[in-house]
């Protein structure tokens, strides 16, 4: 369904991308024209990410598969490649295998103690814990409806997940407890040099549509992680940043 706010927040992406584009055709090889058109092209990314105005509904993926885009509103592509790499105990997109496996080893020479508690899934282990999750909630006495609601606050829908790319990581216990941990303030100052953002951010809730997950981190490689670190942004907030600019 289409309704007239998100038909606004489309043309007015359009206008924003059209404008970015043209300002970076025109500014060629200046590095402060660069830098402006830059600029402009972050701004209208951050006007538009926002999910509720329906500006991924049949999101095209940009083609570089470290920036695949999962979220409440885009599937896990059907012709997504996971290429599996086993680090502790779980399985993980071998893509960011060497960052991750030198992540942990630094963090522990500095006195960190990390751990992955979660890696790659399936869409079936998806599924399987998601009906757990509503399982447990009918236990504990919610209606069908409220118990599915309150799994979803901190499980996607199968098809949904960014686990089923393999390259995220849930670290250590998985609980909001986790952010006041030295290991978390770690990851914060630190990951992104490794490749690793924190795909949840409390600020950036109303882009991402996901609550705060300071333990759910996600493998961009290093120069999209730096980049993201610099300007702010979320992954749904760079990639439109990547496209005003020109990508595909
Ligand atoms: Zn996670």
């Not at 999910?51 to 991924?56: K, N, R, S, T, Y």
């Not at 522990?108 to 990390?114: A, D, K, Q």
């Not at 490749?195 to 705060?212: C, H, I, N, S």
């Not at 980049?227 to 439109?240: A, H, N, R, S």
Request: aromatic share 8%.
């Amino acid at each position: 369904m289409v309704n007239q706010k998100s038909s606004a927040g489309v043309a007015g992406a359009m206008i924003a991308l059209c404008t970015a584009v043209a300002l970076l055709c025109n500014f060629g090889g200046s590095v402060s024209g660069q830098r402006e058109a830059e600029e402009i092209a972050k701004d209208a990314a951050l006007a538009n990410a926002q999910p509720d105005q329906g500006m991924f509904q049949g999101y095209q993926q940009l083609s570089d598969p470290l920036l695949v885009l999962v979220n409440g509103e885009v599937p896990l592509p059907e012709t997504w490649e996971f290429l599996p790499f086993l680090v502790d105990d779980q399985v993980v997109d071998r893509r960011m295998g060497e960052d991750l496996s030198r992540m942990l080893h630094d963090g522990e020479e500095e006195g960190v103690w990390l751990w992955v508690a979660s890696g790659y899934r399936s869409r079936e282990r998806q599924q399987a814990l998601l009906d757990q999750a509503v399982r447990e909630n009918r236990e504990a006495g919610m209606g069908e409806e409220e118990a599915l609601a309150d799994a979803l606050k901190t499980l996607a829908q199968p098809g949904h997940s960014e686990h089923e790319t393999g390259l995220a990581v849930d670290f250590n216990d998985v609980s909001p407890g986790f952010a006041d941990t030295k290991a978390s303030r770690w990851l914060e100052a630190n990951a992104w040099k490794y490749g690793f953002v924190q795909r949840y951010k409390g600020a950036k809730t109303k882009v991402t549509g996901v609550e705060e997950e300071s333990w759910h981190y996600r493998y961009v490689g290093r120069d999209h992680a730096r980049e993201m670190e610099e300007k702010d942004l979320c992954l749904e907030e760079y990639v439109l940043y990547r496209k005003a600019l020109g990508d595909n």
